[in-house]
């Protein structure tokens, strides 16, 4: 079984584009154009328009997905479920 080449890896090894357009910016975040659009809506990501054209500024959009630096370098515990229980025997009577 091989691994398929996502033809991200260029991006890898490229200089960080000044803007992507919201396909690319699908692609390479993971989210919907949904989330994107709302994100931009949300002035969470900066939206560059020329020409007619929506473009996402891509350093916004890279600081939003960048964890934070390692202050606090311990990742959350996963959380525990509740034990189950098991079901009791009935009595005779």
């Known amino acids: 079984m091989s691994i ?7 991006w890898e090894s ?15 975040s ?3 154009l949904t ?4 994100l931009a809506k949300e002035d969470r990501i900066k939206l560059v328009r020329i ?3 929506t473009l996402i500024w ?9 964890p934070p630096a390692a202050s606090n370098p311990q990742l959350p515990r996963p ?7 098991l079901p009791q025997p ?4």
């Open 4 to 10: 398929q080449p996502t033809g991200l890896s260029d």
């Open 30 to 32: 993971g989210l919907g």
């Open 58 to 66: 891509f350093p916004s959009l890279q600081a939003l997905l960048t």
């Open 35 to 38: 989330k994107l659009w709302g």
């Open 14 to 28: 490229a200089p960080a584009p000044l803007t992507v357009t919201f396909q690319t910016a699908k692609k390479l």
């Open 51 to 53: 020409d007619g054209r």
């Open 79 to 85: 959380r525990r479920s509740r034990p189950h229980k």
């Open 90 to 93: 009935e009595e005779s009577g």
